[in-house]
């Protein structure tokens, strides 16, 4: 079993960034694919970045590439997305998740375990 509990989200203005934490227990986390998901109001959660065990394949969404770096740091078992030249469409609840198994994945059915939500708001 897997707890995640994810931390930096907050109100900032167009074009500024905020670091998104997600800290992992209750088992082995340096074995997992982990990834971010967001979910506007109204809308369907959505994939932003994934990254494999070791961190040395990230996936992005189209409408992030560039702007977001998803990181992850097994030994303090925490992942991060660092979130770059943010704009309104980037408001939304973010979620971190983790799979049970290892590789890389963009699709929600993959992951297992998901943290409660951080909530990111850009204003223009």
């Known amino acids: 079993q897997v707890q995640l509990l994810e931390s930096g989200g907050g109100l900032v203005q167009t074009g500024g960034s905020l670091r998104l934490s997600c800290a992992a227990s209750?088992?082995?986390?340096?074995?997992?694919?982990m990834g971010w998901f967001s979910q506007a109001p109204g809308k369907e959660r959505e994939f932003v970045a994934a990254i494999s065990w070791l961190g040395g394949i990230t996936y992005y969404a189209d409408s992030v590439k560039g702007r977001f770096t998803i990181s992850r740091n097994n030994a303090e078992n925490t992942m991060y997305l660092q979130m770059n030249s943010l704009k309104p469409e980037d408001t939304a609840g973010y979620y971190c998740?983790?799979?049970?198994?290892?590789?890389?994945?963009?699709?929600?059915?993959?992951?297992?375990?998901w943290g409660q939500g951080t909530q990111v708001t850009i204003s223009s």
């Open positions: 998740a983790a799979s049970r198994r290892g590789g890389i994945f963009r699709e929600e059915s993959a992951y297992a375990y």
């Open positions: 209750g088992s082995t986390f340096s074995s997992n694919a």
